[in-house]
């Protein structure tokens, strides 16, 4: 809360202003209560990654990466493959993000993404299937590195970042790597990535985030950091294709009745259908024009 | 190792003397004074400015004079490797005080006495010749960001290898291991305000190294006067004139 | 290790006293009224030394112990060179190498008054006296002697300022004239300022001729009278 | 007093002294003591204003920083700066200027055994030479248990060798105008005190009461050493009266 | 003495704590005189002092210590290693001294207390106490070998300060030897490939190809058990075992530790006023004898 | 490991027991064991906050929760854990009256002796019970719960293994008496009607936990008045 307060300084009246908006579902910049800014969506922007995209909502701009590298999965699970996550502020966001100033906002944004796309310990409910990241079974497979850079920060940086890590892994390339069937399977084999040809990762279960953000009584979606400043309590949902609920964080300090809370979820999951449309258009848009 | 073929055809296509493509775009961090995106090749650079505006710890405060600061990021996932030292490793650091102490000598600091400059570079991807797209962006930032300016400072680096100077290295080229010379000038007052040099180089062929890199720097200079004035058209466009 | 039985206090003076060594011994002395200048302190009824040096004995009642350090110790009506480091409200605050910034209260000049503040630009040289000086507060500076007047105290305006160690500054400063300043004088004229903060101002008309007798004071530290003449008469002739 | 030391000394002999003043201009006071091949610089950054967190503002505050000749500062550096500081907090006058930080950097020239003792004596006398109020000064000594002997100021081989070793820190010898022990502390006179004492390794309490008793005697030399080394450095002013 | 007298009629009618936290030094000096002290304990007294063996379950050998309030928490846990080449047949015990944050209000998370890692030292040279030629220690490190250059024990101390209220060090050497008393092997086994590897408690040797190499759960022999008494001294009143607040006023500390066969372990005295030390140690020594 | 889950399919949570008053130098503690989960928390203030800090006319509470290395199983180095000190903060936020001491700041450092499973919701508890031991306002005592999903059954209050192979958990800090939620994290996949029963589920356990705070609490208060 303190680092929002610090980047808006409102005054009473507009405080007022604001409030007073969303109460009769008109906010400042003309949008409706759950209508979201317009989104942009370019993939590709990383040359070096495996699988890139960068993501505008209004002034919030974040960039994805996706960057895979060659490893031995841990013995708890051979079959699969290791994915880990990091977010980070960068300072031309503000200068509140500049040297350690950062470090607090991107811990918070890394542990709600871990927990809205990696899914439960046994893996139920992740992004996507890391088993087909393994290449050989408990010897050899692929560690993606998922990292997440804020640009330009003007309120809903969750689900904006949601957005551009949905947009990287459907962009992933990941190489095919054949071992050579003799070879000998203990120490590291030697594997040949020669070849081209490249596969896709299954990005259907890829669920995205939406943050409903509540502002006296009523609650509104894609927040500006104005009026994140204003709210009271915020709760991210992801939520998947099949409209279950893949993680749940409930932030801000107010406390909040069970029923709201409820009501928030089934709210948001009416709005994650319209959402994800929209980004499936908008991606593969991208991913048409990034082809020519 | 085979940097320049016999036909004179460097490994990514260019000829010696030829540089990598240029893009530059302003505006593009809203919430920022100044804001530029500069792209050479695929090294690509986000600048923001902040200021000039109140110092947050009193004690560096200079009474005469603007407090210029500076960071420089380096993601990640922007190069190669993946181990890279969070915020405060030495070659970040020594980058950014390049970088303060070229942007400190363009701009009239004497103007805004007791305020503070903060410029904040992030780099999105890099395949060298990091140092110059840097400070080309922080040119562009601060002129969006309409700070008092001497002149603009444009950068650009040069190598030699296999016997031939080679303008703009990119990162396959810069790792050689071969001199690479860094040049920052200001194009119209034609002052040399950044020479940064590693590993050795005859005299004569330092000269001529430098002289190429300078001819690098006016041609980034014309194209970012180019950006400048497209960029005010615009904004006189938007405001209807 | 038995403490030498010395009677008479006076053999110490003149003498080398270390910190911690038992100079005077109150219980025999009756009724006797001592000054204790710097470097001692009374402890229930004998004094001790505090810092190393030569003990002094001036003629009615007046012990110190003279030592050369290059930190100065604020004590009441010392002259001082000070450089002014910022400005305040009713006081600009001045450097005197002491433990803590002194004060110079803006209206402690001649004819001083809320309207003719003089600007003081950070880095300006004073010539002060130290008005008030204990250890609690900030040492308090006047730019007047003690009947209001100017005096020489005020701006020191161009010329060279160079650091040297309490002692030297001393030196320069003992009531019969210090000979290396005395044959200089002879055949030179130049103008010096000497802070017993161990600070000396030089000015001159030719900057040579400055040069020439700043580093002849430096170089005076550690030399005897004599030597200093002979030192001075060497420099003055190669100049010529 | 046979010799069956490695470098031929004596049990009691100590090791060849040498202490200059004065050697940083930069610094406030500064000195150099070495004793045979153990060298440590002391420099002393006078009372500067204000004082550290924590620490009580009436007093002046003592800062103590340890730079080992190579290497991090781990553990023993952390265990020596704290012994030294309080070692110099207990012979300086604190309250002559309150509310003022005085830092000592002990930087460690070479090692060779006995270094604690040698840094405390080398950060007195930078004391001393940059004029800071001392109510008395303080002499330090290596005494090392050899198989029931007590052997002074041990080299580095010796130091390892033995099966324990104390450093033991004594108020320095005063020259006094009064009557000797009239100066009466309730028990003993003031100078049989010590100031500071850390041992290392098991000994007998005996074994450590008579490592205290050879180490006051040698600590009358070690003062009357100091005290020498002041007159060679102090300037010899003029003759005439101040 | 001017301000003695003054501080007396001005303590009559201003309640105690306040004249405590005003004068703190002439508070306790008042209790002096009657030789007794704020808490009600005559000077040569030690407050009383509990031990409580294997406070946790997940540690090898454990015990809580306490002092008065002191209250300090000793855990080992033994690992396998490979013993250094020089010393093949000895283990290796590493002392790590902690305080948390919730010991005591100085302390800061993020910066450790500067008397941590002094207090620290002390206590691995007290245990070790590994001189090079003749071994005194508190532990034999052979004890702690199992196969000879090939297997040994690394015993990990770690000393948590749970409550620091003056007398650390005793609290903490208390609660470390108590903690060694507590120590049980864990069983030990060699798998097929010549590593030993530590069977954990359930499975007692289930594994057909293992066998135990040290069957019962042995228990540590301590060839000396050192004990250590701090006390205060001021101007020539002998305190023992202070509170951290008297330790905080009176600055002259003297930590006397003796072994069980009344052997001087250390004479530690860092600084403070000049002392007559006959006195000193004769009654530190009998002090000692009267907790042993 | 299926029989396990059968095995454990029951309502009821690990014995649960606090006291305060463990650290006497802090100015409210408090320690809490449930099952093996063992926590010391000691509350400072309210306190002059850092001097880097701006102004606030609200007050400020500064949490860390960190671990001794030989918290777990294997051996950690005992190191702080920024996740659970920021969602303790959160957790603790609503319940506070912060503009009861503006300016200052309370600290709540917290020590995990041993992790027998659901560490951050004891924590919480714990926290909130030193709160109250240091007499900060507070609106109400905050009690924290989870739940471990494992395939159909939801296992309360779940040990370290359970933990180790559950499909999601959901934790609920909630304040009993008000009953409102001050903090709710889901992770795993749900089904809309399973979060409801979930959460149904962990309320009641709240205030069940609230009641043995409260107890604790008024035995302290009556053992001070003698």
Known sequence: MSVREWMVGLSAGEKHFIQGGIAQDLRADGRKRLTYRPIYVETGVIPQADGSAKVKMGATEVIASVKLDLARPNPSQPGKGKVSLFVSCSATAGPMFEGRGSEELSAELSVALQRCLLGGKSGAGAAFDPSCLSIVDGKLCWDAYIDGLVVSADGNLLDALGAAIKAALINTRVPVANVPAGASLDEDPDVDLSSQETTRIDTSGVPVIVTLTKVGRHYIVDATSEEESQMSSAVSVSINKERRICGLTKRGGAGLDPSIILDMISVASHVSEQLMNKLDSEIAAAEADEQM | MEYVNPEGIREDGRRPLEMRHLHAEIGTVARADGSAVFEMGNTKVIAAVYGPREVQNRSQQLNDQALVRCEYSMPNFSTGDRMRKPKGDRRSTEISLVIRQTMEACILTHLMPRSQIDIFVQVLSADGGTRSACINAATLALADAGIPMRDLVTSCSAGYLNSTPLLDLSYFEDSAGGPDVTVGILPKLDKVTLLQMDARLPIDIFENVVQLATEGCKAVANYIHEVLLENTKQLEYRRGL | MEAKPLDSPTSFVNQLVVPGDVVLDLSTMANQTIKLGGGLRQDCDSITVLKAGKLRFAKPNKYWVESSQKRYVPCVGDTVLGIVVDTRADNFLVDIKGPALAFLPVLSFEGGTRRNIPKFEVGTLLYVRLVKANTAINPELSCTDASGKAAEFGLLKDGYMFESSTGLSRMLLSSPACPVLEALGKKLSFETAVGLNGRVWVNAASPSTIVLVSNAIMNSESLSAVQQKIMVDRLLQRVQ | ?242 | MGPMNDSSDLSSEMEVDAFRRLFPLRFHERHLLESIRPDGRPLGRARDTTLAFGAVASADGSALAKIGCTTMLAAIKMEVMTPTVESPNEGCIAVEFHMPPICSPTVRPGRPAEVAPVVSKQLSDTILRQVVMTFSGMIDLKDLSLVNGKAAWMAYLDIYCLDADGALFDTALLSAVAAFCHLKFPMVSLNDDGRVVVVSGESKGGKSGKEAVNKEQRKLNLISIPFSLTCTLHNNYILADPTAEEESIMETLVTVVLDSSLQLVSFYKPGGPVLAFTSAVMVSSDLQKAII | MADLRLLRMRCYWRLAVFRTGAVNAASGSAYAEIGDTKVIVSVFGPRESKKAMMYSDIGRLNCNVSYTTFATPVRGQGSDNKEFSSMLHKALEGAIILDSFPKTTVDVFALVLESGGSDLPVVISCASVALADAGIMMYDLVASVSVSCLGKNLVIDPVLEEESYQDGSLMISSMPSRDEVTQLTITGEWSTAKIHEAMMLCLDACSKLGKIMRSCLKEAALASQE
């Open chain 4, 1 to 242: 007093m046979e010799v069956d030391r490695a470098d031929g000394r004596t049990r009691n002999q100590l090791r060849p002294l040498a202490c200059t003043r004065g050697t940083l201009n930069r610094a406030h006071g500064s000195a150099t003591w070495s004793q045979g091949e153990t060298k440590v610089l002391a420099a002393v950054f006078g009372p500067k204003a204000g004082t550290k967190k924590n620490e009580n503002p009436e007093k002046a505050c003592i800062e103590v920083i340890w730079k080992p000749k190579t290497g991090l500062i781990g553990k023993p550096e952390k265990e020596y700066e704290m012994i030294l500081k309080r070692t110099l907090q207990s012979i300086c006058l604190l309250t002559v200027n309150p509310n003022t930080t005085t830092s000592i950097i002990v930087q460690v020239v070479n090692d060779d055994g006995a270094l604690l003792p040698c840094a405390i004596n080398a950060a007195c006398a930078a004391l001393v030479d940059a004029g800071i109020p001392l109510k008395h000064l303080a002499v330090a000594i290596c005494c090392c248990l050899a198989d029931g002997y007590v052997t002074l100021d041990p080299c580095k081989l010796e130091e390892q060798r033995t099966k324990a070793f104390a450093y033991l820190v004594f108020p320095n010898s005063l020259v006094s105008v009064r009557r000797k022990g009239s100066l009466q502390v309730e028990i003993e006179p003031v100078e049989h005190g010590i100031i500071t004492s850390v041992t290392r390794g098991v000994m007998p309490v005996e074994d450590y009461l008579r490592c205290l008793e050879r180490g006051r005697a040698v600590s009358a030399k070690l003062s009357e050493f100091l005290r020498r080394s002041m007159q060679v450095q102090a300037p010899s002013d003029s003759p005439t009266a101040g």
